[in-house]
């Protein structure tokens, strides 16, 4: 009777110990030294701590030695907007934009400064381009939103210096005023984009 219930303790064990090796992780090594950051990972720290200027530095000399990095392209022209460096700032997201035209980031960005300077309907058309590249970015889709408010309180405004005394007009652009009024600042999207996937190995001709 106790070696059958030896026997049973010893299937036991063997049994827990296959469920555990089944379903714990991989052990990681004893000891993992600590990594460097990235160049990028060195940016977003310095604009984290308000120092914009020094994060722009850095960011221009990571991409001296690799000037094709759109993350890092698109984190130097955030950095550009936010310095109030706006023409700088342009020419980067739409240089973006011809490069990597898949990427939604910059055309949000592009629709804010846009928006800014008053350009609403060129706003509509990147945000448009936005949600093309990327049909599931909610960044663009609530900026369009209060691009629309902010188009229909103008077009309200107009239409009640054609027709002051329309009660019902003067009720709808009192309406849209308030809602505008608590409206933020569009957003600009600070979230690094993907890296975009890097072109196919070109084929050996035959």
């Given amino acids: 009777m106790r070696q059958l219930l030896h026997a049973l303790l010893a299937c036991l064990a063997l049994a827990t110990s296959a469920l555990h090796a089944q379903t714990s992780p991989t052990p990681l090594p004893l000891f993992d030294g600590p990594k460097d950051p990235t160049p990028l990972q060195q940016?977003?720290?310095?604009?984290?701590?308000?120092?914009?200027?020094?994060?722009?530095?850095?960011a221009d000399e990571a991409l001296r030695a690799n000037p094709k990095d759109a993350q890092m392209r698109f984190v130097r022209a955030t950095l550009l907007a936010d310095l109030g460096r706006t023409a700088e700032a342009r020419a980067a997201f739409e240089q973006l934009t011809e490069d990597f035209p898949e990427l939604a980031e910059p055309y949000n960005n592009l629709a804010v400064l846009a928006?800014?300077?008053?350009?609403?309907?060129?706003?509509?058309?990147?945000?448009?381009?936005?949600?093309e590249a990327n049909?599931?970015?909610a960044t663009a889709y609530e900026n369009l939103g209060?691009?629309?408010?902010?188009?229909?309180?103008?077009?309200?405004?107009?239409a009640s210096k054609l027709a002051p005394g329309n009660r019902q007009l003067a009720g709808k652009l009192t309406m849209v005023r308030e809602l505008a009024g608590k409206l933020p600042r569009p957003r600009e999207e600070v979230q690094v984009p993907a890296?975009?996937?890097?072109?196919p190995a070109p084929k050996p001709s035959r």
Wanted: charged share 20%; no cysteine; proline share 7%.
């Fill in 135 to 137: 049909p599931k970015f």
């Fill in 115 to 131: 928006a800014a300077e008053g350009r609403l309907a060129r706003a509509q058309e990147l945000l448009r381009a936005a949600l």
């Fill in 146 to 158: 209060d691009l629309y408010l902010r188009m229909a309180t103008e077009a309200y405004e107009q």
């Fill in 195 to 199: 890296a975009p996937p890097s072109p």
């Fill in 43 to 58: 940016v977003q720290a310095l604009a984290r701590s308000g120092q914009n200027v020094a994060a722009l530095a850095k």
